[in-house]
């Protein structure tokens, strides 16, 4: 039913966008990217390229990724493989100078999962004090609130951020944000109790601690699955010339511990740290971006070690700009090498049978070639090279291959 | 001129990528895993070896679906990586019979120890005083060749008495079937009970047993064969599906026989001659040919496991006290020796030998033979250090 809903909400914008179509096309105004470099992280939610039409108070967008993959692990490959992971709507609104809305609707793997990623009415009361209400994005990190395809030269996203982090993480809940600038400096706060976790993290069919298992359950957006609010807090501070660095951290009790009054585990918490950061190097504007993170879980002594209770990794992108300019037939046309690497250690620990350290990791190298006709659409070609143990630590299995995509915001 | 030099570019460097064939990683050599499929399968079979693979390495249970409440490990591929034999995170503890052709008690919880629990509940407990045994997973390859064996083959090598006076007896291990058992024309049953030919202690008669047993006793999943819950001993839903079962069976009956390596190498040749020669090869039986089976891939098929699949007296430094079947609790089945070198790339890097994996290399195993094999432990303690190296050197190339 509540796909079907989504579903509506999403024929709703195209028709809206297919009327604005009919209309005079001078009427429709792209509302650009703010490029001004005193932006945070957690800004990235509204800047995004819109379309408005005339006056009206509602404007839309929406970004799509499509790729194609031919990936092998030892020797052996599935074979050449086409996908669109993800089509996403944003539908923006501002009710009042001081309130706005703004949505996005992600569909999934060709519509067979869609989903409300974000809708949140933000109430600015002063710039240091703003409420946020309704499904927002949790601020772990940097890639969960500045997630958008088009603004990566990687076709897949970060496994640290998707995988160990849930990436895309969005919950129900209020918060409060704001934002302060000082001449070079920029500072900004966010603090969220919304819906969190539950027993799924420790148990599910990865077989190790997995906090994207509970976004299966999609009753998070109407419950908790045990009545505890989990708090997600983030400050960051960004100079213009040196780079912005963000601390975060999200925690609370993510077992459903209490049912009908009937005690049936210890409350169990889950804390992860966050630290982010982003800079671009000057002259040769070489950007980096990166981002790691700690997991810690109460894991009972009595369940099996297979699911960690330590979890620790990371990213980190390198993109060199090497042509600018008239490139194909675009005026603005950049053409980048970039250079992802990424770690993930799924069971940081050691065995109690052995005193010998538990594997459980993942190494990768994703060389990457990106050409950017426009700012707003990327076309890459990446290279992964990764390198994964299983929880004894055996020989780890070779996993390579490319992978093409073209990504856009529209 | 640059420009349409930088497109010329641009494409070369796409059509290279693209037609590179070393893309994907290069497959390791087949004599360096474990797993893979016997030779000469017929499509429908390996259909149903690709369904038996996903379920015996890809299928992880939890509680939602019937993990526990007790258990030891969350999947068949837990305690057999790539196939091959396990690390003590995952070793087994048996306990509950301490007299042979006795029945395990059950009401103390045994056959097996759920040293785990799903949360919310506490983990079985061994009552104090009660001996166990622990089992250090073994390797699943090959065991297709070994169930195709026929009773009347294994009972060659018995030799109760020891009558041709070479130290060596090997009795087998008679096993109750369990009520699910499904007699085959190769079992030869004696008042009843049927040779068991799996497990440290040979008490498992067939795969499906094996396999059944696996699913109950190691992850407390039910089925149809086996309703009983371990945890509450009583019974259950089934937890996992007829097929399924069906289609593990079958895919541990068609994984390969783990191929040797380095056969015509000069120390192989001399270890093999030094095996041989110290008698190790009179439980380690190498060679055996299978009858015909219902598995045109397995009739008649040479294959080299190192195993006779019998009992044997082991001395009172391996007697744990605790048995199954008819076996003495100072009795243990030959283990099979193929696939040994390989070992280390399935236990975490290092090695984890002997029914509980207390040793740490292949040199403290032959050690730490007594019993019916101290002759050739003794042999193998004289012989000089580079013939001791050669004969490693051969048993890390099965």
Same mark, same amino acid.
């Given at each position: 039913?509540?796909?079907?809903?989504?579903?509506?909400?999403?024929?709703?914008?195209? /028709?809206?966008?297919?009327?604005?179509?009919q209309?005079?096309?001078t009427?429709?105004?792209?509302?650009?990217?703010?490029?001004s470099?005193?932006?945070l992280?957690?800004?990235?939610?509204?800047?995004?390229?819109?379309?408005?039409?005339?006056?009206?108070?509602?404007? #839309?967008?929406?970004?799509?990724?499509a790729?194609?993959?031919?990936i092998g692990?030892?020797? /052996?490959?599935?074979g050449?493989?086409?996908?669109?992971?993800r089509m996403?709507?944003?539908?923006?609104s501002?009710?009042?100078? $001081?309130?706005?809305?703004?949505?996005?609707?992600?569909f999934?793997?060709?519509?067979e999962?869609?989903?409300?990623?974000?809708?949140?009415?933000?109430?600015?009361?002063?710039?240091?004090?703003?409420?946020?209400?309704?499904?927002?994005?949790?601020?772990?990190g940097?890639?969960? +609130?500045?997630h958008d395809?088009p603004?990566?030269?990687?076709?897949d996203?970060p496994?640290?951020?998707t995988e160990?982090?849930?990436?895309?993480w969005?919950?129900?809940?209020? &918060?409060?944000?704001?934002?302060?600038?000082s001449?070079?400096?920029?500072?900004?706060?966010?603090?969220?109790?919304t819906n969190?976790?539950?027993?799924?993290?420790? =148990?599910?069919?990865?077989?190790r601690?997995?906090?994207?298992?509970?976004?299966?359950?999609?009753?998070r957006?109407e419950?908790?699955?045990?009545?505890?609010?989990l708090?997600?807090?983030?400050v960051a !501070?960004?100079?213009?010339k040196?780079?912005?660095?963000?601390?975060s951290?999200m925690g609370?009790?993510?077992?459903?511990?209490?049912e009908?009054?009937l005690i049936?585990?210890?409350?169990?918490?889950l804390?992860v740290?966050? #630290?982010?950061?982003?800079t671009?190097?000057?002259?040769?504007k070489?950007?980096?971006?990166?981002?790691?993170a700690?997991?810690?879980?109460?894991?009972?002594?009595?369940?099996?070690?297979q699911?960690?209770?330590?979890?620790?990794?990371g990213f980190?992108?390198?993109?060199?700009?090497?042509l600018?300019?008239?490139?194909?037939?675009f005026n603005k046309a950049?053409?980048?090498?970039?250079?992802?690497?990424?770690?993930?250690d799924?069971?940081?620990?050691?065995?109690?049978?052995t005193d010998?350290?538990?594997?459980?990791?993942?190494?990768?190298?994703v060389?990457?070639?990106s050409?950017r006709?426009?700012? +707003?659409?990327v076309?890459?070609?990446n290279?992964?090279?990764?390198?994964q143990?299983?929880l !004894?630590g055996?020989?780890p299995?070779?996993?390579?291959?490319?992978?093409?995509?073209?990504?856009?915001?529209? | 001129?640059?420009?349409?030099l930088s497109?010329?570019?641009? !494409?070369?460097i796409l059509?290279?990528?693209?037609?590179?064939?070393?893309?994907?990683?290069v497959?390791?050599?087949?004599?360096?895993?474990?797993?893979?499929?016997t030779?000469?399968?017929?499509?429908?079979?390996q259909?149903?070896f690709?369904?038996?693979?996903?379920a015996?390495?890809?299928?992880?249970?939890s509680s939602? %679906?019937?993990?526990?409440?007790?258990?030891?490990a969350?999947?068949?591929?837990?305690?057999?990586?790539?196939?091959?034999?396990?690390h003590?995170?995952?070793?087994l503890t048996?306990? &509950?019979q301490?007299l042979?052709?006795?029945?395990?008690?059950?009401s103390?919880?045994?056959?097996? @120890?759920?040293?785990?629990?799903?949360p919310?509940f506490?983990?079985?407990?061994?009552?104090?005083?009660?001996?166990?045994?622990k089992?250090?997973?073994p390797?699943?390859?090959? !065991?297709?060749?070994l169930?195709?064996?026929t009773d009347?083959?294994?009972?060659?090598?018995?030799?109760? @008495?020891d009558? %041709?006076?070479?130290?060596i007896?090997?009795?087998p =291990?008679?096993i109750?079937?369990?009520?699910?058992?499904?007699?085959?024309?190769?079992?030869?049953?004696? =008042?009843? $009970?049927?040779?068991g030919?799996?497990?440290?202690k040979?008490?498992?008669?067939?795969?499906l047993?094996q396999?059944?047993?696996?699913y109950n006793?190691d992850?407390? #999943?039910?089925?149809?064969?086996?309703?009983?819950?371990?945890?509450s001993?009583?019974?259950?839903?089934?937890?996992?599906?007829?097929q399924?079962?069906?289609d593990?069976?079958f895919?541990l009956?068609?994984?390969?026989?783990?191929?040797?390596?380095?056969?015509?190498?000069?120390? #192989?040749l001399?270890?093999?001659?030094?095996? =041989?020669?110290?008698?190790?090869?009179s439980c380690?039986i190498?060679e055996?040919?299978?009858p015909d089976s %219902?598995i045109?891939?397995?009739?008649n098929?040479t294959?080299?496991p190192?195993t %006779?699949?019998?009992?044997?007296?082991?001395?009172?430094g391996?007697?744990?006290?605790?048995t199954?079947?008819?076996?003495?609790t100072?009795?243990?089945?030959?283990?099979p020796?193929?696939?040994?070198?390989?070992?280390?790339? *399935?236990q975490?890097? *290092?090695?984890?030998?002997?029914?509980d994996?207390r040793?740490?290399?292949?040199?403290?195993?032959?050690v730490?033979?007594?019993?019916?094999?101290?002759?050739?432990?003794? +042999?193998f303690?004289?012989?000089s250090?580079t013939?001791k190296?050669?004969?490693?050197?051969?048993?890390? *190339?099965?």
């Amino acid at each position: 039913m509540r796909n079907f809903s989504l579903v509506l909400i999403a024929i709703a914008c195209f /028709i809206s966008l297919k009327t604005s179509a009919q209309i005079d096309s001078t009427l429709l105004k792209r509302v650009p990217v703010d490029t001004s470099r005193n932006l945070l992280n957690m800004d990235a939610v509204y800047n995004r390229p819109f379309l408005q039409v005339g006056k009206l108070p509602v404007s #839309v967008g929406g970004y799509i990724e499509a790729d194609y993959s031919y990936i092998g692990e030892d020797g /052996i490959t599935d074979g050449h493989s086409f996908r669109v992971p993800r089509m996403t709507l944003f539908v923006a609104s501002s009710i009042h100078r $001081k309130i706005k809305f703004l949505s996005e609707i992600e569909f999934e793997e060709g519509g067979e999962e869609v989903a409300i990623e974000f809708a949140a009415l933000d109430i600015s009361m002063h710039p240091l004090l703003n409420l946020r209400g309704g499904i927002v994005m949790n601020p772990i990190g940097a890639f969960n +609130q500045n997630h958008d395809g088009p603004k990566w030269e990687f076709v897949d996203r970060p496994i640290a951020a998707t995988e160990m982090l849930p990436a895309t993480w969005s919950n129900v809940g209020f &918060g409060l944000y704001g934002k302060y600038f000082s001449k070079e400096w920029a500072f900004g706060y966010e603090a969220y109790l919304t819906n969190g976790f539950d027993d799924a993290i420790i =148990n599910n069919g990865e077989n190790r601690t997995f906090l994207p298992a509970s976004k299966d359950n999609k009753e998070r957006f109407e419950e908790s699955s045990n009545g505890e609010p989990l708090f997600t807090g983030k400050v960051a !501070l960004r100079n213009k010339k040196i780079g912005e660095i963000g601390l975060s951290y999200m925690g609370g009790i993510y077992n459903t511990y209490e049912e009908d009054g009937l005690i049936l585990d210890e409350k169990r918490r889950l804390d992860v740290f966050a #630290v982010d950061f982003n800079t671009t190097i000057p002259i040769i504007k070489t950007f980096l971006v990166g981002e790691w993170a700690w997991v810690n879980v109460d894991v009972p002594a009595t369940f099996t070690q297979q699911f960690g209770n330590k979890q620790k990794g990371g990213f980190i992108d390198i993109v060199q700009p090497v042509l600018n300019g008239k490139l194909f037939g675009f005026n603005k046309a950049t053409f980048n090498v970039a250079m992802r690497i990424e770690y993930v250690d799924w069971n940081d620990g050691t065995f109690r049978e052995t005193d010998e350290s538990i594997g459980d990791e993942i190494w990768a190298v994703v060389p990457a070639i990106s050409f950017r006709p426009t700012a +707003q659409t990327v076309i890459r070609l990446n290279y992964r090279m990764m390198k994964q143990t299983d929880l !004894l630590g055996n020989p780890p299995a070779k996993i390579s291959g490319i992978q093409f995509g073209v990504s856009s915001y529209f | 001129m640059s420009k349409k030099l930088s497109y010329l570019i641009f !494409l070369l460097i796409l059509m290279k990528i693209m037609s590179c064939e070393e893309i994907i990683p290069v497959a390791p050599a087949e004599n360096e895993l474990l797993d893979g499929p016997t030779e000469g399968l017929s499509h429908a079979e390996q259909r149903q070896f690709l369904n038996g693979d996903i379920a015996f390495n890809d299928e992880v249970f939890s509680s939602v %679906d019937g993990l526990g409440p007790g258990f030891v490990a969350t999947s068949c591929g837990s305690c057999h990586p790539g196939d091959g034999k396990g690390h003590p995170f995952t070793t087994l503890t048996r306990f &509950g019979q301490t007299l042979p052709n006795t029945l395990p008690e059950l009401s103390i919880g045994g056959p097996q @120890l759920q040293n785990r629990a799903i949360p919310g509940f506490e983990p079985e407990k061994i009552p104090d005083g009660v001996p166990f045994m622990k089992f250090t997973p073994p390797a699943v390859t090959g !065991l297709g060749f070994l169930a195709a064996l026929t009773d009347q083959q294994i009972l060659q090598y018995v030799d109760s @008495l020891d009558e %041709d006076g070479d130290g060596i007896s090997g009795v087998p =291990n008679y096993i109750t079937p369990p009520p699910y058992f499904e007699q085959k024309w190769l079992h030869q049953p004696v =008042n009843g $009970k049927i040779i068991g030919r799996f497990g440290k202690k040979a008490a498992a008669i067939d795969l499906l047993q094996q396999t059944v047993s696996a699913y109950n006793q190691d992850m407390g #999943v039910t089925s149809t064969f086996e309703p009983v819950d371990p945890f509450s001993q009583l019974t259950t839903d089934p937890e996992v599906f007829d097929q399924t079962i069906r289609d593990v069976v079958f895919y541990l009956r068609t994984l390969k026989a783990p191929i040797p390596r380095n056969e015509d190498d000069i120390q #192989v040749l001399k270890g093999k001659r030094i095996f =041989n020669e110290i008698q190790c090869s009179s439980c380690h039986i190498p060679e055996w040919t299978t009858p015909d089976s %219902d598995i045109s891939a397995l009739s008649n098929k040479t294959f080299y496991p190192y195993t %006779d699949l019998l009992l044997h007296d082991m001395g009172p430094g391996l007697d744990d006290g605790a048995t199954e079947g008819s076996a003495e609790t100072y009795e243990w089945r030959t283990p099979p020796l193929w696939g040994l070198g390989l070992s280390p790339n *399935s236990q975490g890097g *290092s090695f984890f030998l002997m029914h509980d994996g207390r040793a740490r290399s292949i040199k403290q195993a032959i050690v730490l033979h007594g019993g019916e094999a101290e002759s050739s432990r003794n +042999q193998f303690t004289s012989l000089s250090e580079t013939d001791k190296e050669a004969l490693i050197t051969f048993l890390e *190339s099965l």
